[in-house]
């Protein structure tokens, strides 16, 4: 930690809200701007996990499909 001058002023309880209002609508942006790419990463791989389970479903009911005869006596 740094000392302080003795020519600084004191900082004041507006000076701190002040930076604080800046520093949260810095981080709002930032925040906003990469919110849109994880959105569109987020639904392109639900999008594969659906399909993926549709085909592997289809597959496997192919697979188990059973022909069942009925006959009459």
Do not use: H, Q, W
């Not at 002023?9 to 000076?15: H, L, P, Q, V």
Request: net charge positive.
């Amino acid at each position: 930690m740094s000392t302080a001058d003795s020519s600084s002023e004191n900082i004041s309880r507006e000076d701190i809200r002040a930076k604080f209002s800046e520093l949260k609508d810095s981080l709002g942006t930032t925040a906003e701007s990469a919110r849109t790419p994880l959105l569109g990463a987020g639904a392109a791989v639900l999008l594969m996990l659906v399909v993926l389970a549709f085909v592997l479903g289809r597959r496997r009911g192919r697979a188990g499909r059973t022909v069942v005869e009925i006959r009459r006596v």
